[in-house]
C-alpha cells in the first residue's frame, strides 16, 4: 500500500517575487525583439532613401546656385546614426553674362534632420562645400546642364543684378537669402575665390554661415587668404532680409590681419545705397601698405608708418563722416572730425577733408616719406613720391602745440594740407621757433612732363645763433643777432640730385645787432692779405647787415652784401658755389666820419678801402687794398 505523499509546504514571499521576474523577462526581451525587427521592417520601406537623398541635395544646390548643376563623381547616402549624403565632382556655373562665374566643388556633404529622415522625408539642415573654386567663366566654361527629367526643375530667378554696384549687391545678397532661407548652415572648407577682373585671389577659404531664416540673426565667421595675409571675420547681422531691402538693421563686424584691424558696432542698411551708424575702429601698422593689401593699385601712398583710429561713423552710400575722431599717427596722437567721399570707378579720386588738432605732430616722418634724406651719394636718385597727388584729393587743417619738422621743433604750429587735380600744397602760416616766427608754403604740380616743387619761406625776429645750431657744426659767417630770412626755391620734384643740381633759388636776409664771425677789428686798416677763420677768430660786431642771394643748383650770384659797423659800413657782391666751397666777394668798405680833433663841426672822411674775399670756405684769404688817407 503505497504512503501518502508529503503536504507540499506553502511558497515564501520572496520565492513568488523571484518567480514571477522569471516569468516576465523573456516576455519583454521578445516584445522588444519584436518591436525592433518591425521597426527595422518598417525603416526598410519608409526611410530616405538614396535616390531621394540626392534628388533633394542636387535640387537645393540647384536653388542656391540658380542654375542647375552637374555630378561628375560618386554619390553616398548613410541614415545612421546620422542622415549624410554625399556628393563628388560637383560642377556648377552662378550668374550670367559678363557676370558669370564657374563654380566646382571637389565634395558636398549635407546633413538631413534625423526624424524626418526615417519616415521618408528629407529636410536638409547643413551643406558643407569642401575645396570649392569660383572663378569667371567664359561662354563655354560649362557644358549644357539643363535638369534631366528625373530632377526637380530649378526654381525661377528671383530679379536681375542692376546697374549700380550697391543695389546690385543687395539684390545678389537678398536673392542668396531668399534661396537660402530653410537651409540654416552652410560651410566652406578650404576655398579658393577668383576675383573677376583681378589678379587677387581669396584662398584657404574656410566660412560658416549660420541663418535660421525669417527674422532671425544671420552669423558669418572663419578665416581666409588675402593677398598673401591670413584674415579673420566674425559677423552678425540681426535681421539680414529687411537689410538688403534698405531697412535698419543692428550689425556687428570683426576683422583681423596682420596688415589692417578693423571692428563696427551700429546700424546698417543697404538696398540702393548702404547706410552705417556706429562706433568704428581701425589700426595698421602701415597705412599706405594696408591700402596696398586691400587692392587698391597704384595708389601710390607713402608709408607714413602706424596708424589708428577710433570715431563714430556715419556712412550713406560714397560720403563718410567720422566725428569725434581719436587718432593716433604713429605715436601723435589728436582728435578732429573728418569726412570723405569715396566715388565707385575711375572718375574721380576719393577726397578727405577735415580739422584735427594734436599735441604733438612729426611732420618729418611725412617729409621722409614723400623725399627721404639721402645718406648717401646714390640715394641723390631715388624718386620723390608724388604719384600719390594724383589720386587722392585732401584739405586737412591740422594745428599742433609742438611739431618735429625735421631739423628743428616749432610751436603753436597751424597748417593746411590741400591736394587736387594733381597739386599738392603744405601751408603752415603761422609757427613759433628759432626764437621767432616763422611759415612755411610747399606746392608740387604733378601736371608737368615732371613735377615742379615750389619752396617759400619766412622767418622772422628769428635768434640767428639758433639758426647757426641746425648746420651740425659747420662755420657758419654769423655767430648771433636777430634776423629775418625770406627764401623761394623753384625747380624739379623728382629727386634730390635734380633739386641740388636745376633748382632756382631766392634769398633776402637782413640781420640786426650781430657778430660776424672770422674777422676782426682792425683787419680792414691795413693793406695786404690776411687769412680768416671764423673757428678762432674773435667776432666783430655789427649793426645791421643784408644779403641777397640769387642762383641755379649750388651756384649762387651775391646781388647785395651790406654790413654797418660801429666804425663804417662795407659793401659787396661776389658768387658762391656750395658744391665746392669757392667764395668770392669784392667790396669796399666806408669807413664812417669823425670829428677833427678841437675843431667843432669839423669831420675827417677816409676814403672807401677796397677788399676781396676770395678762397674756399671756411677758411678763405681776405686781401685789402691801401687806402689813400682821410681827406
Known amino acids: 500500500m503505497n504512503e501518502p505523499l508529503p503536504p507540499v509546504p506553502p511558497a515564501t514571499e520572496s520565492q513568488s517575487r523571484g518567480t514571477g521576474r522569471r516569468g516576465v523577462w523573456p516576455l519583454a526581451i521578445g516584445l522588444v525583439l519584436l518591436a525592433i525587427t518591425g521597426l527595422v521592417f518598417a525603416l526598410s520601406s519608409l526611410s530616405l532613401q538614396l535616390g531621394d537623398a540626392r534628388e533633394e541635395l542636387e ?204 571692428s563696427f558696432d551700429g546700424q546698417g542698411s543697404a538696398g540702393e545705397r548702404l547706410s552705417l551708424t556706429g562706433a568704428l575702429g581701425l589700426s595698421t601698422p602701415s597705412l599706405s601698405r594696408a591700402v596696398d593689401w586691400i587692392g587698391r593699385e597704384n595708389s601710390g601712398l607713402p608709408d607714413f608708418g602706424a596708424f589708428a583710429i577710433q570715431t563714430q561713423i556715419q556712412l550713406v552710400d560714397d560720403r563718410i563722416s567720422l566725428g569725434s575722431a ?105 609757427m613759433t621757433l628759432l626764437g621767432g616766427r616763422g611759415d612755411l608754403r610747399i606746392t608740387i604740380d604733378t601736371n608737368q612732363a615732371r613735377p615742379d616743387l615750389t619752396l617759400s619761406a619766412g622767418l622772422r625776429d628769428v635768434d640767428v645763433s639758433n639758426v647757426v645750431a641746425l648746420t651740425d657744426g659747420a662755420p657758419m659767417p654769423l655767430s648771433s643777432g636777430r634776423g629775418d630770412l625770406q627764401l623761394t626755391l623753384r625747380g624739379p620734384a623728382t629727386n634730390w640730385g635734380e633739386i641740388a643740381l636745376a633748382c632756382r633759388t631766392e634769398a633776402k636776409l637782413r640781420v640786426r645787432d650781430g657778430e660776424l664771425a672770422g674777422i676782426e677789428r682792425g683787419m680792414l686798416a691795413a693793406s695786404g692779405p690776411r687769412p680768416i677763420d671764423p673757428a678762432t677768430a674773435t667776432p666783430e660786431p655789427f649793426r645791421r647787415g643784408e644779403l641777397v642771394l640769387a642762383g641755379v643748383g649750388p651756384h649762387f650770384r651775391i646781388d647785395k652784401l651790406a654790413i654797418a659797423f660801429d666804425k663804417g659800413e662795407a659793401s659787396a657782391t661776389g658768387t658762391v658755389d656750395l658744391r665746392s666751397s669757392r667764395l668770392l666777394v669784392q667790396g669796399q668798405f666806408d669807413p664812417a666820419k669823425e670829428e677833427a680833433s678841437g675843431v667843432s663841426n669839423s669831420f675827417t672822411i677816409s676814403k672807401p678801402i677796397g677788399f676781396k674775399l676770395d678762397g674756399e670756405w671756411p677758411k678763405p684769404t681776405l686781401t685789402v687794398s691801401a687806402s689813400d688817407g682821410p681827406t
Open 59 to 262: 535640387a537645393r544646390l540647384a536653388h542656391l546656385t540658380g542654375q542647375p548643376i552637374h555630378v561628375d563623381g560618386a554619390v553616398s547616402f548613410e541614415l545612421l546614426p546620422r542622415p549624410t549624403a554625399v556628393l563628388t565632382d560637383l560642377r556648377a556655373r552662378t550668374g550670367a553674362g559678363e557676370r558669370a562665374q564657374l563654380l566646382t566643388v571637389d565634395r558636398v556633404e549635407a546633413r538631413f534632420a534625423l526624424l524626418p529622415a526615417l519616415v521618408g522625408r528629407a529636410e536638409i539642415q547643413r551643406i558643407a562645400l569642401v575645396r570649392p573654386e569660383l572663378m569667371p567663366a567664359g561662354a563655354d566654361a560649362v557644358p549644357d546642364l539643363a535638369p534631366s527629367a528625373a530632377r526637380k526643375p530649378r526654381p525661377p530667378q528671383v530679379g536681375t543684378p542692376g546697374d549700380m554696384p550697391v543695389g546690385a549687391a543687395s539684390r545678389d545678397l537678398q536673392l542668396f537669402l531668399v534661396r537660402f532661407e530653410g537651409l540654416r548652415e552652410i560651410d566652406i572648407r578650404d576655398g579658393l575665390f577668383r576675383i573677376p577682373g583681378r589678379a587677387d585671389n581669396l584662398s584657404n577659404v574656410n566660412l560658416t554661415f549660420i541663418w535660421p531664416g525669417g527674422e532671425s540673426s544671420a552669423f558669418l565667421a572663419g578665416s581666409a587668404v588675402w593677398n598673401g595675409q591670413p584674415v579673420h571675420l566674425e559677423t552678425k547681422m540681426e535681421r539680414p532680409l529687411p537689410f538688403t531691402k534698405g531697412e535698419s538693421s543692428a550689425l556687428t563686424l570683426a576683422l583681423s590681419s596682420p596688415a589692417l584691424d578693423v
Open 326 to 430: 581719436s587718432l593716433d599717427v604713429g605715436g601723435d596722437k589728436g582728435r578732429g572730425s573728418l569726412e570723405a567721399v569715396l566715388p565707385r570707378g575711375d572718375s574721380k579720386p576719393p577726397s578727405v577733408s577735415g580739422t584735427l588738432a594734436f599735441r604733438k605732430l612729426d611732420f618729418g616722418r611725412f617729409s621722409q616719406a614723400i623725399a627721404p634724406k639721402p645718406q648717401t651719394i646714390l640715394d641723390l636718385q631715388r624718386p620723390i613720391h608724388t604719384d600719390f597727388l594724383r589720386n587722392l584729393d585732401l584739405d586737412l587743417r591740422l594745428s599742433a602745440e609742438q611739431a618735429d619738422l625735421g631739423e628743428t621743433d616749432a610751436r603753436d604750429v597751424a597748417a593746411t594740407i590741400k591736394a587736387m587735380g594733381g597739386v599738392g600744397t603744405v601751408d603752415i602760416g603761422d
